[in-house]
């Protein structure tokens, strides 16, 4: 094997890598989990689906911020407030919480799962 297809490989191993492993400073919980976080009034809960999917199915204290704009929405979020995330399946979800992560947001939970087993 020639050194370009090491040098390939190493791309797409780092790719899959980066897009698997769990970032540090997010944690994954489940559906019961994140409803005992909703007796918390201090806990910020954001749904990144489409607002079609939001209005046709949404959890109670889970406000609509799709994931296509999330980025610019995130001044009218507390970044020292824990952020509980949800999407349909967890995809979408993973990544808008990646995404408060590198924009300095300290506290951030992924349903896993999403709506799905809501």
Known sequence: MG??????IAIVIAFLINRFMPVKG????NVNEAKKKM?????????VRTPGEYKANHAKPFKNY???S??????SLDREKEVVVICQSGMRSTKAAKLLKKNGFSHVYNVQGGMSRW
């Open 3 to 8: 050194i370009i297809e090491w040098i390939i």
């Open 26 to 29: 997010i944690t994954n919980i």
């Open 39 to 47: 007796k918390d009034k201090k806990v910020q809960f954001i749904d």
């Open 66 to 68: 799709p994931l296509f």
């Open 70 to 75: 999330l980025k610019n929405d995130l001044s």
